[in-house]
């Protein structure tokens, strides 16, 4: 491994780039790589080094990097419009993006609206649901209930309706106030969550949950009949039920939306979606609203019931034809079938080389997203970023949530590529521990 300080390109980097969630001071000694390219699953850095990228670039990348048919879908739409806005008018990329994505929602009568980022689908869903009882002329319903240990993106509202964490404490006296109840970690969370339903049923806009995984937690997992509980419970105490599958949506579960594991009753009335929504190619995401929400917003032309809310970039014409292209290899190379074979492999091998190691706690999984936590020995530090930059060293693309591994490979990842991740990641553990008990 080149020495990170005396890496040209690290120098130049920190110099100009404030990279988000990274404490700039430390970040030209932590040996971060900087990407020029990549082939399939692996990234290559300026030096020409490969990793292999069990992170899928930060959870977005699906199928792989370099994907031929997805380059040709962006190439494809470059000849024709690059973008043009949704505010009042049409893209007939978008259109047609809109309307593959409508037959495959779980959401009843989907109508689709774009941003670019997680955070801001979240935001939008905030808006909508409030909005949706105001328009009904039913006031009172202004609080959101979310769960404990939540994550749903970085802005002021998202921030809100998260748990805090990652030391965004600071920022209390800008976040609005939730109802919480606890989150996945708590073995009767469904029970406790649709108890607070029913006692704040006046007052709810909207009851928000991450199905199945809450993913920047550190894989907290949750059980699908309980995810039906707490769906059941929204639909017969009539309170909106807003699902983020921002991390979770697009065959990362091993289901095309996670969602889907909580049976075909489970609707939610609002869906998030974001990161794997374009394979990883380029940021798009979407707010979807089932169409009793829509139709509350109709009215007259510039009346108050209109939803007063856009972004420049929503719809983006490349971003939705990669999109579509992407759906539609989901189905052609049966992904979510490789998802399910290898997720079992990636069970079984962490069961059989990490969980018990000196210094492993709890292994945590569901289809390709894995937590392995680590308990470090007393008195030990950053051993998440330790473990990780071990596995960096030896050509495996890692990074952690705290003292959380998480294993997070592309959907297309081999058994073999499995097997080394895990080895790599087993040695780092191992490379670590010895560290620290000389
Ligand atoms: C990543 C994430 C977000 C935020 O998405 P961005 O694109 O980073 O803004 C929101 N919700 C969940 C569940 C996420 O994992």
Known sequence: MPVAVTDPWVARDAAVVWHGFTQMAAYPDNAPIVVERAEGRELIDVHGNRYFDAISSLWVTTLGHGVPELDAAVIDQLGRVAHATLLGNGSRATVEFAEALAAVVPVVDPHVLFASDGAVAVEQALKVAF?????????????????????HGDTVGALSLGD???????????????????????????????GCIEAHV??????????????????????????ALV???????????????????????????????????????????????????LPLSATVASGAVFKAFDGPDLGESTF????????????????LRHLQLIGEWDVLA????????????????????????????RGLMAGIELHPPEGASRWGRRVC???????VLLRPLGD??????????TADEIDRVVDVLAESIDAVWSEDHP
């Open 164 to 194: 805090g964490g990652f030391g965004t404490a600071l920022f209390d006296p800008l976040r609005f106030p939730v109802v919480r109840t606890p989150g996945y970690a708590a073995v009767d969370w469904a029970a406790k969550m649709v």
């Open 389 to 395: 930059a071990g596995a960096v060293a030896r050509g």
């Open 338 to 365: 490789n998802v399910s074979a290898v997720a079992e492999r990636l069970s079984s091998r962490l069961a059989d080389s990490v969980t018990g190691r000196p210094g492993v706690g709890a292994v945590r999984q």
């Open 231 to 281: 769906g059941e419970a929204c639909r017969s105490l009539g309170v909106l039920l807003i699902c983020d599958e921002v991390a979770t949506g697009f065959g990362r579960t091993g289901r095309l939306f996670a969602s889907e594991w909580a049976g075909p009753e489970f609707r939610p009335d609002i869906l998030c979606l974001g990161k794997g929504i374009t394979g990883g190619y």
């Open 202 to 227: 006046d007052s709810l806009a909207a009851v928000v949950i991450e199905p199945l995984v809450q993913g920047a937690s550190g894989i907290l997992v949750a059980e699908p009949s309980d995810l």
């Open 131 to 151: 909005q949706y009882w105001v328009n009904r002329g039913e006031p009172g319903h202004t609080q959101f209930l979310a769960l404990g240990d939540a994550y």
């Open 404 to 413: 959380v591994v998480v294993v997070m490979p592309p959907l297309t990842t």
């Open 308 to 323: 007063y809310h856009g972004h420049s970039y929503g719809g983006n014409a490349l971003g939705c034809a990669v999109a």
